[in-house]
């Protein structure tokens, strides 16, 4: 029974941290990101980590939509 716990809880643990996120431009291109997009305090930029894990950057001005999946 104990067994039977542990496998539902790291399955339910494991399917909530796999959150995608789509960036659509406003020149059309769609970006996708692991993580939940950001505004960065300084730059006043949307700031996201790319598949490859770099941070990227791009204006919130040629930010159209932020959609979860």
Not at 16 to 40: F, H, M
Request: proline content about 3%; hydrophobic content about 35%.
């Amino acid at each position: 029974m104990k067994t039977w716990f542990l496998i539902l809880l790291c399955t339910f643990g494991l399917a909530g941290c796999s959150n995608e996120y789509l960036i659509a431009t406003t020149d059309g291109q769609l970006i996708t990101t692991d993580e939940k997009p950001r505004v960065d305090k300084d730059t006043g930029m949307i700031e996201f980590e790319d598949q490859e894990g770099r941070v990227q950057q791009i204006p919130q001005s040629q930010v159209k939509q932020i959609i979860e999946r």
